[in-house]
């Protein structure tokens, strides 16, 4: 992709034909539309300044992918699928392993050169039970990270098959969740969605500048709140780090070539700074953080999520579950929905289980929460310490017109809320 | 552009008929677009450009084994051809590993095809000044989208089938203030400014009812009407898994209950794949030809699930030449009785819902979806709007509310060009009216 700018004016042009004519084509192009759009321009690039930094980066790998054959890979995946179908009411299952190699060049007329090269592992597993109409799923697909096979013992994947399985047929056989108002601890795997959610997108500047408000959305919090609004209780601490070895979404500069660096978006419970790189925060006048990146060559680049991390507490999880008398533990998510401007939500998980006098007690299916993001994280807690903290992302988070999926990740504790709305499935 | 593309695609296949060995098939397909893509802000372009992008598959068989790859084509013969060799000899090293494929079914039928549709688009640029110059003093937000697709699909028995298609999505918005905002669209194959003047009048004249004082209401339920817009957000839900086979045969299906007749829907509820009307090429990446027409559910009852090649192999029976996903292309849901011109009379009182936002299932195998209401959903009293909705949260299974709930169906319905740029621009439309719903649960 190649980006022109015209005295006010910027277009871009991403081709697949890298050839001296296909490029010139391409130049032509985005000439054309940086003219056009200079016309009258909604953000004049003539006075924003382009970035010279000189920077590489490398994913870690300790284990490469080709120190295991394609075969024994394969072998690996039927020894899991064989574990999962344990029981007659297993109706589906599957055990996956994806990698993905990517190198991105940046470089531009004020000198910057960064040369990027990550390498992705993401391992899947699902694993489904059915009984008459009624079919439950376990499964283990969010553990992204950068890195190579040595992913897959840090994540245990090999043992997972067994547990998930057994879950499953398990919370078949359970009651629904019940309806009521009370205390809900989050696992990591579904606190990532929820700061994904309520946090990251709500916090994303070009959604607040109205950039997406015709597809993905505005959000509730405006330029105003920053620095001062009670986004959470003040257990919440927030850090934007495309800096954590080994996180999906890290990084040694964004997109526009500004250097990444790890900040607070939320301290102490208050709101800090938004998800905003150097263009929109040239656009609103106010500092940012670097994630100004596109999903390829294909798209252009705009603000989005890196790593948003809930840092971590004092509690450990025994305490936290100790802690509460009448209450739900869910775990990873399977079902989403918020509204457009990021605060009425509802997400389902996978499986839940009650909380009775300070003790994990039955299993229950179908489990959801429902709440508003302005108020839900004021009622934050208890956040556990880093021995039950865990990291996971994923490659599926969409945006923009025109549209695209990016890689994002999301590490935090398990975390209490107080007085939320549960409820479980119709029958 | 389409014949030098299509004369390429067509060189390359045949190539790789020359490349393969005496007991080697291949497939291979291409996924390209040449496309404009303008976005607007504040009726200001926010970012411009052009996208031109060639992906090629190739999947090699060898009995029962098959192996797949893609890359995105150079337009240098020369280039592309020594990639294609790589790709080959790598595709043959991973055949001589990989177990077989019990499910592979081949398109052994030679059902070649051509299918050209040659618009008379305005140049993107030209639309750029009538879109900019109409909306002058409006906060109007969207995309504008321009260019031409096409699709190609070739095999080793001699099958070449190409699509290709110029046309235009602009998908937008005019904003009031906040989160209050008309929502509209302006798609098809001939650029007509005046069709464009028209849509952002009726836009502008709603944007004073966004001005008022939202309404508010409790959790509780509620009579709603849902505009096709609304509808087809429903239906968009659906085709995750709803109308599949494979999801049927495991067991996993959101209409599973409705499969097995423990539940059903209303019988004004038919709902059918109708790639005959749609815009979407009528062949797939293996190359099986679609059926024009599959019936899915009529009148309330579960017909059949549209079914892939692949899972006909796996379950038996006659598969639709549909794709992996065995999602629709071109859902069609009927029209009912309901006067679209007394569709405020007919409410009374309760939520005119122009779009649903986020939808996502709160309980799939109770076909149970959640979701908000979003841009100009109003409040309406004795057939009168009085007031924008503030958004609100549905909770709701499909088989209460497209089932005894459901007063009736528009008696016209609307046609939607899906505006999805995820990866390349879609070529999904669909067909479906609006409802009129009782006691529809809203929770939050």
Known sequence: ?427 | MSATAQTYFNELADYITTQIKVNEKFTCWLSGESSDFVRINQSKIRQAGHIRQDVFSVDLIVGKKHAEASFRLTEDLETDRRKLLDILQSLRQTNDILPEDPHLLIAEEVNSSENVRSENLATSSNAMDSILSLSEGLDLVGIFAQGELYRAFANSFGQRNWYSSSNFNFDWSVYSHGDKAVKCSYAGVEWNEATLAAKLEDAKKLIPLMNHEPKVIQPGKYRAFLAPAAVNELMSLLCWGGFSRKAQETKQSPLYRLMTGEESLSEKISICENIADGIAPNFGPQGFIKSPTVPLIQKGKFTQALCSARTAKEYGGEHHGASGSESPDALELAAGQLDQTKILEELDTGLYISNLWYLNYSDRMACRMTGMTRFASLWVEDGTVQAPLSVMRFDESMYRALGKNLIDLTNEQEIMLDPGTYFERSSSSSKVPGALIKDMNFAL
């Open chain 1, 1 to 427: 992709m190649v980006t022109l700018r015209n005295r006010s004016g910027s277009g871009y042009a991403g081709t697949s034909v890298v050839t001296e004519k296909g490029l010139q084509e391409a130049v032509q192009r985005a000439d054309r539309w940086a003219s056009l759009s200079g016309q009258d321009p909604l953000i004049d690039y003539s006075s924003l300044e382009m970035n010279s930094l000189k920077a590489d980066y490398k994913s870690r790998v300790d284990k490469s992918w080709d120190s295991s054959t394609l075969d024994e890979k394969i072998k690996l995946l039927m020894t899991i699928n064989h574990k999962l179908k344990c029981d007659d009411r297993i109706v589906d299952w599957s055990a996956g392993l994806t990698r993905v190699e990517t190198e991105i060049l940046y470089s531009n007329s004020a000198g910057a050169n960064i040369e990027q090269s990550f390498v992705f592992l993401m391992p899947s597993i699902r694993v489904f039970a059915n009984e008459g109409g009624e079919t439950i799923r376990r499964s283990f697909v969010d553990r992204c990270h950068q890195g190579g096979l040595e992913i897959l013992a840090q994540t245990q994947f090999h043992d997972r098959a067994n547990v998930l399985a057994a879950e499953a047929i398990h919370l078949l056989q359970s009651d629904n969740c019940p309806s009521t108002s009370c205390d809900l601890i989050l696992a990591p795997d579904q606190m990532m969605l929820q700061i994904h959610e309520s946090i990251g997108h709500p916090l994303e500047l070009d959604r607040i500048l109205g950039d997406e408000r015709n597809y993905a959305g505005t959000s509730f919090v405006t330029l105003d709140m920053l620095g001062s609004y009670q986004y959470g209780s003040e257990l919440l601490n927030v850090t934007f780090d495309p800096t954590v070895s080994g996180e999906l979404a890290s990084y040694a500069a964004d997109d526009e070539g500004t250097k990444a660096r790890r900040e607070y978006l939320i301290k102490d419970g208050i709101l800090k700074r938004p998800i905003g790189g150097k263009t929109s925060q040239h656009r609103a006048d106010i500092s940012g953080v670097a994630c100004t990146r596109a999903s390829s060559w294909n798209r252009p680049p705009i603000d989005r999520m890196a790593n948003i991390n809930v840092e971590t507490g004092q509690s450990t999880l025994e305490e936290l579950i100790s802690s509460v008398e009448n209450g739900v533990l869910m775990e990873t998510n399977l079902s989403w929905s918020i509204d457009d401007s990021r605060n009425k939500f509802q997400f389902g998980c996978e499986k839940g289980q009650l909380i009775q006098d300070g003790k994990l007690t039955d299993l229950v299916k179908n489990p959801g929460y429902r709440g508003v993001s302005s108020n839900f994280w004021r009622n934050l807690k208890g956040v556990s310490d880093s021995r039950s903290s865990d990291t996971y992302g994923t490659p599926y988070c969409g945006k923009g017109e025109p549209n695209q999926i990016i890689r994002v990740g999301h590490g935090s504790p398990y975390c209490l809320f107080s007085e939320i709305e549960v409820f479980g499935g119709d029958k």
